[in-house]
């Protein structure tokens, strides 16, 4: 989409093609290079190791880490409950680990956001994603989801400065941990 305005073109960036490789009982995978649709809520788009995964595979950058910081806009918060990963625009978001969607919804501050809830260690982990482009998540509330599987994709929805993934990690489902310290912890254990 192109708006002209005083000489200016505006546009907004055009996605990144989500290729996802689906997991299957032969040997044969197929791609897709399509945004997610509700047939492809089972897509495994981080197909590291370990019961327990980044939510992209590869290196990540952290615009904003978990804690205290100066709001960056008017209705952001000073005190942050996440980490803000920024691996561009229409980048494929996986679930950190296997688990039931709780919240599948859009919010004034999340945007499109996703609640997960998670059993590791016989306790309730839940992983919150949050900004990515509306309609990009195939997930319902109830769902099961398997680890590395298709969250949605990442955007600027909400209160957001850029697109970027707003990731929160909650021990007991409601108490906010570095997710950052929380995965270099976690990552890549079996369960």
Not at 1 to 13: A, Q
Not at 147 to 153: C, N
Not at 166 to 173: R, W
């Given at each position: ?13 055009t ?7 689906k ?10 290079t399509?945004a ?6 089972g897509a495994?788009v981080n197909?590291g190791?370990?019961?327990?995964r980044?939510?992209?595979p590869?290196q990540?950058?952290i ?10 806009c ?5 005190m942050?409950?996440g980490?803000?990963?920024t691996?561009?625009a229409g980048?494929p ?5 296997a ?9 004034p ?10 059993q590791?260690?016989?306790q ?5 994603y949050?900004?990515m482009?509306y309609g ?10 398997a ?7 990442v ?8 697109a970027?993934l ?8 409601s108490?906010?941990?570095?997710p950052?310290a929380?995965?270099r ?6 369960l």
């Open positions: 989409m192109s708006i002209d305005r005083d000489g200016y073109t505006v546009t907004k960036p996605p990144k093609p989500v290729i996802t490789t997991t299957t009982t032969s040997s044969s995978n197929t791609a897709s399509t997610p649709s509700p047939a492809q809520s495994i197909t190791a370990g019961d327990i980044w939510p992209f590869g990540i950058r615009s904003s880490p978990f804690g205290a910081r100066t709001a960056p008017a209705a952001c918060s000073s942050h409950q980490a803000d990963i691996p561009g980048t978001i996986g679930a950190v680990a688990g039931t969607v709780r919240v599948s919804a859009t919010h501050e999340y945007g499109q956001y996703v609640i997960i809830d998670h590791i260690d016989g309730t982990i839940s992983t919150l949050a900004h482009i990009s998540s195939p997930l319902r509330v109830g769902q099961s989801v680890v590395g599987q298709l969250v949605g994709l955007g600027n929805t909400g209160a957001s400065t850029g970027h707003h990731l929160q990690v909650m021990l007991g489902g108490t906010p941990v570095d950052i929380w995965l912890a976690n990552a890549g254990r079996t």
